[in-house]
């Protein structure tokens, strides 16, 4: 997040308080990153509020640029112009789609998580972050290498938020129910399962002096812990990984970072892998 030096704010028009741009500010404030405000319209009628906005800001100290665009889609309009200005981060509001049309296509936040080669920061509420609780989803049965990188990633993110809103930093991780039958002894009871995953945390924990009362491993599927733990805890921000299955099988599927996009009450941070990212980001420029 420190390193982030441009951030790509997408500003819906029809909306007028800009819950994306408040939390853009909140970031840039203290990482000093350039704003780089994007509304996306095929007319171009929104010269005068963008105006308006960028000189706001400016007084204010902010380093700005605006633009309007549209290509064929919303993510892909989003996804060129962060290619092209090299945003580091792309900042959206979300807003949630019905249940009807949400089976008839694939939302375009689905789509902006799933192809945009940077993190994205869907802004859900507007509880503010200040001294509130960052929960850091990872999922340490998963350790491969990009997995234990993506873990890296988030908890990385997670402490620069904590730092930057001055909050607490909460990590969780789900264990899979214990299994009679498993052939590793390891997986037939939950207190050694449990036992497992917190060895497999030490590392981070020493690094990031994240204590155990900060470390949650609980049993269940991540889609349904990750909104239980958020509702709990109140937080303010989720980051979660995807590995972002772009096929067929992945629009069928769906994926966790999904699912917990639209049961959580709460901003959503969404990282994916760095190879995963390189692939997107040709794909982009393809």
């Known amino acids: 997040m420190q390193a982030v030096r441009s951030i790509l704010v997408v500003i819906e028009p029809e909306h007028s308080e800009s819950l994306a741009l408040k939390r853009a500010k909140l970031i840039a404030g203290v990482t000093g990153a350039h704003l780089h405000l994007l509304v996306c319209d095929k007319k171009h009628e929104h010269s005068a509020m963008l105006s308006l906005l960028k000189a706001g800001l400016q007084e204010d100290g902010y380093s700005v640029t605006t633009e309007q665009a549209w290509n064929d889609s919303l993510h892909e309009t989003i996804i060129d112009v962060q290619q092209a200005e090299g945003c580091g981060l792309v900042v959206k509001q979300h807003f949630a789609d019905s249940p009807l049309k949400k089976a008839l296509l694939t939302p375009a936040d689905w789509k902006l998580m799933r192809y945009c080669p940077t993190p994205v920061l869907l802004v859900k509420t507007s509880t503010p972050w200040a001294g509130g609780v960052i929960l850091a989803a990872i999922d340490v049965g998963n350790s491969d290498a990009e997995h234990q990188a993506l873990h890296n990633a988030i908890i990385d993110h997670g402490f620069d938020i904590a730092s930057l809103a001055k909050a607490q930093l909460h990590v969780i991780s789900a264990h899979p129910s214990p299994m009679l ?106």
């Open 181 to 286: 039958s498993a052939a590793d002894p390891v997986f037939q009871l939950k207190e050694t399962i449990e036992a497992r995953y917190r060895e497999q945390c030490k590392a981070f924990q020493a690094e990031f002096d994240i204590d155990d009362t900060h470390l949650h491993i609980e049993e269940g599927p991540a889609d349904v812990l990750i909104p239980h733990a958020v509702h709990k805890w109140q937080a303010a921000v989720t980051i979660i990984g995807t590995v972002a299955r772009t096929g067929i099988s992945g629009a069928l599927i769906g994926n966790t970072a999904e699912v917990v996009l639209d049961a959580v009450d709460s901003d959503v941070l969404v990282l994916k892998p760095q190879e995963l990212m390189d692939h997107l980001e040709e794909l982009a420029n393809g």
